[in-house]
């Protein structure tokens, strides 16, 4: 139904917890971009590739409709969206093409703190206020428990002290504002995190090498963000130790150092090297220890 496009349109929050990091993301994968004047849209300069600001709310519609091509979103907002397209029976299914790691949270359960938990059972008949109906009413049935969600599109929280619900499902990462209101969560129904949100199908229009391209650098982005360069030396007979003690990552290089008997090592490594990993290396021979962050990276 769309026309034709030739630039890939990527859909992020405009603000809100997700916004920032999404666009330092695409950042570090290279892009920039010239800020329209009404601050909806980003034009990429430097590769074919806009990205659209929006509600979080909107960007799975935006996808399943054909606007955008990916999204970067909170799987809570993509699962609810999906239950509630194939519920209305439209098409436009969506899928996670990458999990990011980050924006972490749960849509947890939360009843008043000086009730006890016993069980889901326990919900029967309650009014359970949540921004996430579908999602909730998948879980209830999953839990065969008769219940009744109450759709509130902010301010869950203060619904029970409202007297507008009875429990709440709502989105926790360290439980503080439920508890500030009295409330205590008591069960996970979702563990959500940020992910990159696409159609079920290849995109149209050469749209798809330009994703492709994106997405290897993503990959290597998020990679490159974790990786350090370990190096160090070593005496040829003390090698054996001191590879036995190389803490995760990509096969070590070992070069001959000139005119000793004596080997230079260096690995791409995974995360950063502890104080104590050091030291291990250390006793078992190594010297000259460094560990340096990696700037760029191409496999
Ligand atoms: P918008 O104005 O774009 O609709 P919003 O208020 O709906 O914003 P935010 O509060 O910015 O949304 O949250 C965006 C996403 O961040 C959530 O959908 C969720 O995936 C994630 N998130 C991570 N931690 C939390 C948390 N503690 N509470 C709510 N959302 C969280
Ligand atoms: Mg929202």
């Known amino acids: 139904p769309s026309q034709p496009r030739e630039r890939l349109r990527v859909a992020i929050q405009k603000s809100g917890r997700l916004g920032d990091p999404a666009r330092e993301l695409l950042a570090s994968c290279g892009l920039t971009w010239r800020e329209s004047r009404d601050r909806l849209f980003l034009y990429g300069e430097s590769l074919p ?26 799987r809570n907002v993509l699962v609810e969206h999906g239950l509630e397209r194939a519920a209305t029976g439209r098409d436009g299914r969506l899928t996670e093409w990458r999990r990011l ?6 849509l947890d359960v939360a009843i008043p703190d000086d009730q006890e938990w016993t069980g889901p059972e326990q919900l029967a ?22 219940a009744q969600p109450v759709l509130l599109n902010g301010s869950v929280e203060i619904a029970p002290r409202l007297g507008q619900a009875d429990v709440v499902a709502d989105l926790v990462s360290s439980g503080g504002t439920l508890r500030a209101n009295q409330l205590e969560p008591v069960t996970t129904i979702l563990e959500s995190e940020a992910v990159v949100a696409g159609p079920d199908h290849a995109l149209d229009d050469g749209r798809q ?4 391209l994106l997405l290897r650098r993503l990959d290597g982005a998020v990679r490159l963000k974790e990786a350090r360069l370990l190096m160090l030396r070593t005496g040829r ?26 080997v230079s ?10 104080w104590s990993r050091l030291e291990e290396l250390k006793r078992a021979g190594a010297h000259n220890l460094m560990v340096l962050p990696v700037e760029g990276m191409l496999a």
């Open 49 to 74: 590739v806009d990205v659209l600001l929006v509600r979080d709310d909107d960007i799975p519609a935006l996808i399943a409709d054909g606007v955008c091509d990916l999204g970067i979103v909170g």
């Open 101 to 106: 790691g980050w924006g972490a949270c749960r």
């Open 125 to 146: 008949g309650l009014r359970i206020a949540t921004s996430y109906p579908r999602t909730l009413a998948r879980w209830l049935e999953e839990q065969g428990v008769d």
């Open 209 to 212: 090498e330009i994703a492709d």
């Open 237 to 262: 007979s003390e090698l054996g130790a001191v590879l036995a003690l190389m803490p995760a990552g990509h096969e070590p290089t070992v070069m001959q150092v000139d005119g000793r008997e004596e």
């Open 265 to 274: 090592v260096q690995a791409l490594v995974h995360g950063s090297v502890s």
